[in-house]
């Protein structure tokens, strides 16, 4: 059997066609929030990232490409991780914007002052309310299983879709910083 002719293959170009054209959408309809993402992580005195599940693990991806810039970033609920205070970003991603435990943390960021920045399919949401800075992501939800937003299982679409938002924002947030990557380097992990 031919490599291109497989069932993983297939799947391959399915994924990739759906990325292609819920990316260019959201390059199309959330410039301006990309760019008011990107000043606000960089204005923040301290970043912490919120996600729960596979978002969540999507994001711990971005938070490890912010620290290799320098900036101070937390991941919320790790034992070392600080309280949140005035001035500093909550950065979250939740498809549904109602995650009961990342609502929680938004909410107890800004009772204190800080902002919160979203991820997410649904702006109208809890989360989207609680937001200084949105991008809204035009995939399907875990629980929507019609296949008409995306032929992939349980959000699989919006989790791809924060990994590559979140690099995109630390490549903007990098060639901003005019860092060489042999300056940042000394930041990666030599623990592994």
Do not use: C
């Amino acid at each position: 059997m031919d490599l291109i002719d497989t069932p993983v293959a297939s799947s391959l170009r399915r994924v990739q066609q759906e990325l292609d054209a819920l990316l260019e959408r959201v390059v199309v309809a959330e410039t301006d929030a990309l760019a008011a993402f990107a000043d606000l992580i960089a204005s923040s005195p301290r970043v912490f990232v919120a996600g729960a599940g596979r978002s969540g693990l999507a994001l711990r991806m971005t938070a490890m490409r912010l620290m290799h810039l320098g900036l101070s970033v937390h991941v919320a609920g790790e034992v070392t991780a600080p309280a949140i205070q005035a001035g500093d970003l909550l950065l979250t991603a939740s498809g549904s914007g109602a995650t009961e435990g990342i609502v929680r943390a938004a909410q107890v960021a800004t009772s204190v002052g800080a902002r919160v920045a979203a991820i997410t399919t649904a702006p109208e949401s809890p989360l989207g309310e609680l937001s200084t800075a949105l991008i809204v992501v035009p995939a399907a939800g875990k629980l929507d299983r019609s296949g008409a937003a995306s032929a992939q299982y349980a959000g699989s679409l919006f989790e791809q879709a924060v990994v590559i938002v979140g690099d995109a924002v630390f490549d903007a947030l990098w060639q901003r910083s005019g860092a060489t990557a042999d300056e940042l380097w000394p930041r990666h992990a030599n623990l592994e």
